[in-house]
């Protein structure tokens, strides 16, 4: 099927990463990631001791209402096609991403820049979407069978309003975009609410609401209550190998010694009160494999390994989750649409139920042997904004990629719509 083409397997390019710090290294970032940030971060934001986060439930239809009125507005019942679109990290300085190194047109092909991410949020916001959570879209419920099956929920939305589901992959701060003109980690600011933490080309240390994907549809999101009725922000898709949200919490194969150990605890306290304010906000978490693993190319055992660690090392921060982004889009056991092989089999046995790749489409399918939804999302990224007339149709309901991309700052690459 077209879905599955070598398009969305190019994905792979960017992200195809092993291990953060001393091992193989990330492209694009190439043969020289940077060191572990642990030295470089600043002092994480005093906080209180917080007790271990639990698993959270957020197959819950219940936060929306049935039909008639809410607070003023009618709400409608929908059926239909729920959109879903990925974002990585966004460009912070653009001067730093497309400066001509190693990384730059990965980068061009994968990232959207700060200000095209700003004027994709407002473009799709006036097209009369809004946000809905990935875990609301589905539940899990007994079938006549008496086995349990996934089940589309029916999403009561104001009226006239189209559902989007966003996610944003990677959200992990990987050494190569620190020096790459990306944002270093997320902290809590002085207001209370979570910012982004980094250097601008100067050096100079930059707190913002304004260069990070995460803090700017939260303030979006303020100044547009109505794009998320339900107060839901977007689904993070979380690896481990460098931790997570810029927060050093991996264990090192390389490096098993007490300080590291002592290191990566304290980095581990320190993202929880962001953890924590994340989802009081309505930021929900996937996993994205520990080490980014290509699905359709490891052995049942590596992935078991890999699902371990995610685990043990993110699942323990962020709680359980039944939501899987599968790393380059690569689908498990050859296929997961036409069959459930051991790999798929195994994940659904670890507790996922929704497997997403990457598409042309928001494309779901609720699979009928065994209890798990795979779907597709669309990705507005430099591919698809450069892409053909046909590549630009897939997103003319969002916004039109003529007026979003900014050639100015991005390399002098091809565009191939007229
Ligand atoms: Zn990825």
């Keep these: 099927m077209p879905r599955f083409t070598a398009l969305v397997l190019l994905l792979a390019l960017l992200l195809s990463l092993t291990a953060c710090g001393q091992a193989p290294a990330a492209p694009p970032a190439a043969e020289d990631p ?7 971060t600043p002092e994480a934001p005093e906080i209180e001791p917080e007790p271990e986060p639990v698993p959270y439930e957020i197959l819950d239809p219940t936060v929306m209402p049935e039909g008639g009125g809410r607070d003023g507005a009618a709400y409608a019942p929908w059926d239909g096609i729920v959109e879903h679109l990925f974002f990585h990290p966004v460009v912070a300085y653009p001067e730093l991403a ?4 190693a ?6 092909d994968y990232m959207v ?3 095209e991410f700003t004027k994709i949020l407002q473009s799709v916001y006036d097209n009369g979407y809004v946000l809905v959570d990935i875990g609301d879209v589905w539940r899990e419920d007994t079938g006549e069978d008496g086995q349990p099956h996934m089940v589309r929920n029916t999403l009561y939305l104001p009226e006239g309003k189209k559902p989007v589901v966003f996610s944003y992959d990677d959200t992990n701060y990987y050494p190569y975009m620190l020096e790459n003109g990306f944002t270093y980690k997320l902290i809590i600011g002085d207001d209370g609410k979570i910012a982004s933490w980094g250097k601008d080309p100067q050096g100079n240390e930059v707190v913002s609401r304004d260069l990070d994907a995460i803090p700017m549809l939260d303030k979006f999101v303020e100044e547009h209550p109505d794009f998320s009725p339900f107060g839901a922000k977007a689904s993070l898709s979380l690896t481990g190998y460098c931790g997570i949200l810029g927060y050093r919490t ?17 980095e581990r306290e320190a993202v929880k009160p962001i953890i924590e304010e994340l989802k009081r906000t309505g930021w929900t978490f996937g996993s994205h494999t520990w080490g980014h693993i290509n699905l359709a190319k490891k052995p049942l055992e590596t992935v078991k390994a890999d699902t371990e660690k995610w685990l043990d ?7 359980q989750t ?17 069959q459930t092989g051991p790999i798929f089999q195994y994940l659904h046995d670890q507790g996922f139920r929704v497997f997403a790749s990457v598409g042309i489409s928001s494309y779901s399918k609720i699979k009928g042997d065994i209890s798990a939804v795979i779907c597709d999302r669309l990705h507005p990224d430099g591919t698809t904004l450069r892409g053909s007339e046909k590549v630009l149709s897939w997103y003319e309901q969002f916004y039109d990629a003529r007026e979003i991309i900014d050639l100015e700052s991005r390399p002098k690459r091809e565009v191939r719509w007229q």
């Design 113 to 115: 820049t700060a200000g």
């Design 98 to 101: 497309f400066d001509g190194d």
């Design 322 to 338: 039944p939501i899987l982004y599968y790393p380059h889009g690569a689908r498990p056991d050859g296929d997961d649409v036409h």
């Design 313 to 319: 090392e993110v699942g323990s921060l962020v709680g």
């Design 34 to 40: 940077a060191p572990p940030a642990q030295e470089e």
């Design 250 to 266: 991996q264990t090192e194969k390389d490096d098993q010694s007490a300080e590291h150990e002592e290191n990566r605890q304290r």
């Design 103 to 108: 990384q730059a047109d990965g980068i061009d």
